[in-house]
């Protein structure tokens, strides 16, 4: 059974800092793109980053968190995480990876986002002033 497992959303104040982790489960990892992606009530679904697990090619950040924003893996944990600095209120989403074949990580966000294969139940980030 595949899983892919968000936590460390909360809520905090503008101008803090959060890691997401994305634990991965029932699948070889290092056969996927795995990317994060953030949703607002209302709003479409929107790719941050990606990169290829165990290494390789990385999709660039979504200029909205350009700067802000880290993607990194642990392998050997089957681990995705996103540090997240400088939170400001448009930062509030429900965030979630995804894993998708692995040639996504050479095209864009939008064509992982449409065929990534699995995605985790997401964890709550807010943001206030």
């Known amino acids: 059974q595949v899983q892919l497992v968000e936590s460390g959303g909360e809520s905090v104040e503008a101008g803090g800092s959060l890691r997401l982790s994305c634990v991965v489960s029932?699948?070889?990892?290092?056969?996927?793109?795995m990317g994060w992606f953030r949703q607002a009530p209302g709003k479409e679904r929107e790719g941050i980053s990606a990169?290829?697990?165990?290494?390789?090619?990385?999709?660039d950040y979504a200029d909205s968190v350009k700067g802000r924003f880290t993607i990194s893996q642990d392998n050997a944990k089957q681990t995705l995480y996103l540090d997240m600095d400088a939170l400001k209120p448009e930062d509030t989403a429900m965030y979630f990876c995804?894993?998708?074949?692995?040639?996504?990580?050479?095209?864009?966000?939008?064509?992982?986002?449409?065929?990534?294969?699995?995605w985790g139940q997401g964890t709550q980030v807010t943001v206030s002033l």
């Open positions: 029932g699948l070889t990892y290092k056969g996927y793109c």
């Open positions: 995804a894993a998708g074949p692995r040639h996504a990580c050479d095209s864009t966000l939008r064509y992982l986002r449409d065929r990534a294969y699995y």
């Open positions: 990169v290829q697990a165990g290494g390789g090619s990385r999709l």
